[in-house]
């Protein structure tokens, strides 16, 4: 060889490298086969190379012909025979680009209709090397996608009845109101009247039979196209697509005689009535959103209610001006107790034996800043609906604790009476609430009558008997108010521990024009008082008759505009100075 030349290379050893690649290629096949789940190779162009069993069993296993290929068919043809659409020709160019290296992933999952049913498969392919092979597997996600599609029932329907929840009728709802061409929409809000007495007095579990019951006839009374939904306790939303407001009063009367027939509670039946509140939006109604819609139908509702219950009611926008108003004046009222517009007037309270004046009742008034002075029945209301009670008493236990204790430094001992909300007992606070003004006051104890009313007393016995305990054993004395306006019963009225029965007016007013009857009514009252340990007090006393009369028939105390009109703080002293016990006695038989 010549000083300089290069020495030629070898030819390669062919057949050792033919051997290399089949060892090679078994291998890969062997890892393939060893896949559970179908998998296949396929090059660019969608040709099967490599199939591994689980693939070549999936045709049988799925009894479909269209499956029951392998290696040299075309995978991209395959797919296209299962369901030529948007999806899977979007799903080959998807794995075009993948071999040809624009893309390092492709992973989606479908559903796959077959004798057994419907399947769901996820597809998960990734390139093999640079030549533009791809390995694609698919494994059955059957169980995991019906588990995630309960699981979503679950969330987006109520468990009691199965029908949508709030969210999902809001979602409902916004995409009708976003339906392109769609024709007038309505939404009913339903209250069943009665329900919380049923599930007070039968039990959560008949009560949650009693809504079952309920949402079957809502549902087997609409049409169609509508949907009824359950929010949450006894409220129902239905949805009607395609309906005007007309339409959707003349399906709410339906629904109102669907409550007609009794509800059958296995032992026993009961007989309930709908409110039932309709709100519409027009073909056409630019950023009307489904809370919209829903809240108005909630104001109708809550309008039928007032108006006396199993009625129907049409949203109007004086309604939604109307609530604008109370939360206006509920922010109004919150700033008036931390500003010191609130004022008391007391009451005088007549001892009937004595003919003197043991005490009083606080009753609070709103010195308004542009209204002028309010009376409770223009903002109790207000404060109880938006939870400013219990500050708004904290405020009057407070005040009239103080006023209290200036009256007995100058001679006046009194008892003060202040009225409490059953929104208190609720709370659980009320104990610590009356203790702390006491204490902050120095107001001893048995200076203070706390009233409550009877329904109120009614609504939770129970807890109303344990504070009431509390407060007589720290020494304030109890008194059940407007007793005879409610339907409590006796066995309750035994086990709380009140001192004074204060009966309501309405009986006292009666006297006028059935005496009689009304004379009996209060006996009756002051003998079950008496026959409690409690004492009686007639509340609303107008005329002299009717303070000879309650005298007559046992009461211990009375009140009312004979005697004398709430007054200012500052006017009482005035007041008890003038008062003559020997002019009231006068009025009494003899």
Not at 305 to 318: E, L, M, T, W, Y
Not at 516 to 529: T, Y
């Amino acid at each position: 060889m010549a000083r300089g030349t290069v020495r030629p290379q070898l030819p390669r050893d062919v057949a050792t490298g033919e051997v290399a690649e089949r060892a090679h290629a078994d291998l890969v096949a062997g890892v393939l086969d060893a896949l559970p789940s179908p998998t296949v190779l396929i090059d660019a162009d969608g040709t099967m190379l490599l199939v591994n069993s689980a693939w070549r069993a999936s045709g049988d296993l799925l009894a479909d012909d269209r499956l029951r290929v392998g290696v040299g068919d075309n995978y991209f043809d395959v797919m296209l025979s299962l369901a030529d659409d948007d999806a899977n020709r979007s799903r080959v160019s998807e794995l075009r680009a993948l071999a040809a290296g624009e893309r390092s992933l492709v992973a989606v999952d479908y559903s796959l209709r077959t004798v057994a049913g419907l399947r769901w498969f996820h597809l998960q392919a990734s390139r093999a090397d640079e030549s533009g092979r791809v390995v694609v597997t698919h494994t059955d996600v059957t169980s995991r996608v019906a588990a995630e599609q309960a699981s979503d029932r679950r969330a987006r329907h109520d468990h009691l009845t199965d029908l949508p929840n709030r969210a999902h009728l809001h979602e409902l709802i916004d995409a009708e109101l976003h339906r392109p061409g769609r024709g007038p929409v309505s939404v009913l809000f339903l209250d069943a009247d009665g329900f919380k007495d049923v599930n007070d007095t039968l039990g959560h579990e008949v009560g949650d039979q009693l809504l079952r019951e309920l949402a079957a006839r809502l549902s087997g009374s609409t049409r169609t196209l509508d949907t009824v939904g359950r929010l949450g306790g006894d409220e129902f939303v239905v949805l009607c697509r395609d309906c005007d407001v007309e339409g959707a009063v003349a399906l709410a009367e339906r629904f109102q005689r669907t409550f007609d027939e009794p509800f059958d509670l296995g032992e026993r039946s009961t007989r309930l009535t709908v409110s039932i509140g309709v709100a519409g939006a027009p073909a056409v109604a630019e950023g009307l959103r489904s809370t919209d819609l829903v809240r108005d139908a909630d104001l109708a509702m809550y309008a039928a209610k007032a108006a006396g219950r199993n009625r129907v009611r049409v949203f109007s926008p004086d309604l939604r001006s109307a609530v604008e108003q109370r939360v206006l004046v509920a922010a109004e009222l919150r700033e008036a107790i931390e500003s010191d517009q609130l004022v008391l007037h007391y009451q005088p309270v007549l001892h009937l034996p004595t003919g003197e004046v043991t005490g009083v009742e606080a009753l609070v008034r709103w010195q308004h800043p542009t209204r002028g002075l309010l009376a409770p029945c223009d903002f109790i209301p207000l404060a109880e609906q938006y939870g400013i009670v219990v500050p708004l008493t904290r405020w009057v236990l407070a005040d009239a604790a103080r006023q209290n204790v200036e009256w007995e430094r100058a001679g006046m001992p009194l008892i003060t009476g202040v009225n409490i909300s059953a929104a208190h007992f609720a709370t659980g606070t009320l104990v610590a609430d009356v203790l702390d003004a006491l204490t902050e006051a120095g107001l001893a104890p048995e200076r203070l009558l706390l009233e409550l009313t009877e329904t109120s007393v009614a609504e939770d016995p129970l807890r109303a008997a344990a504070q009431f305990a509390q407060l007589r054993i720290a020494g304030v004395e109890v008194s059940i108010d407007d007793f005879g306006s409610g339907f409590s019963s006796l066995s309750q009225l035994v086990s709380i521990p009140a001192g004074v029965l204060k009966m309501d007016r309405s009986l006292i007013a009666a006297t006028s024009s059935r005496r009689s009857e009304s004379a009996a009514a209060i006996a009756a009252v002051v003998g079950l008082a008496s026959a409690c340990g409690m004492r009686s007090l007639a509340e609303g006393v107008e005329t002299a008759d009717q303070l000879a009369l309650v005298t007559e028939l046992g009461c211990a105390y009375a009140q009312g505009y004979f005697i004398a009109r709430p007054m200012p703080a500052a006017d009482v002293p005035g007041w008890l100075a003038g008062h003559r016990p020997d002019a009231v006695l006068s009025t009494q038989p003899a």
